[in-house]
């Protein structure tokens, strides 16, 4: 079993910076990839920003050269920097880990979500 915890967030100006974290404990050996997402109200949840078993990097076009995926492996944390924020950022965000388990079957677990509101 795989648990994710986030943290950071929170709200501020338009043109201001967040940093996001996400950190997982459990059986964490191989992985299969992870990423951000967000769930704005009355939308679908969307990819923020994925990344692939072979390290490929995909951002939603809305959101490049202001987001950065990063992760400290050695703590089994991934980060979301998330700069010049816009009112249209505003939204539930969650992390997600895939993880082969014991039985090498993939896994996906989800953060419980951080509430990010940008204001103008």
């Known amino acids: 079993q795989v648990r994710l915890v986030q943290s950071g967030g929170g709200s501020v100006q338009a043109g201001e910076s967040l940093k996001l974290s996400c950190v997982a404990s459990?059986?964490?050996?191989?992985?299969?990839?992870m990423g951000w997402y967000r769930q704005a109200p009355g939308k679908e949840r969307e990819a923020v920003v994925t990344?692939?078993?072979?390290?490929?990097?995909e951002y939603t076009d809305s959101v490049k050269d202001r987001f950065s995926i990063s992760q400290d492996n050695a703590k089994n944390t991934l980060f979301l920097q998330m700069d010049g924020l816009k009112t249209e950022d505003t939204a539930m965000y969650y992390c997600?880990?895939?993880?082969?388990?014991?039985?090498?079957?993939?896994?996906?677990?989800w953060g419980q979500g951080t509430q990010v509101t940008v204001t103008s």
């Open positions: 997600a880990w895939c993880v082969y388990g014991r039985d090498y079957t993939p896994n996906t677990y």
């Open positions: 990344v692939s078993t072979s390290g490929t990097t």
């Open positions: 459990g059986y964490i050996v191989h992985s299969c990839g």
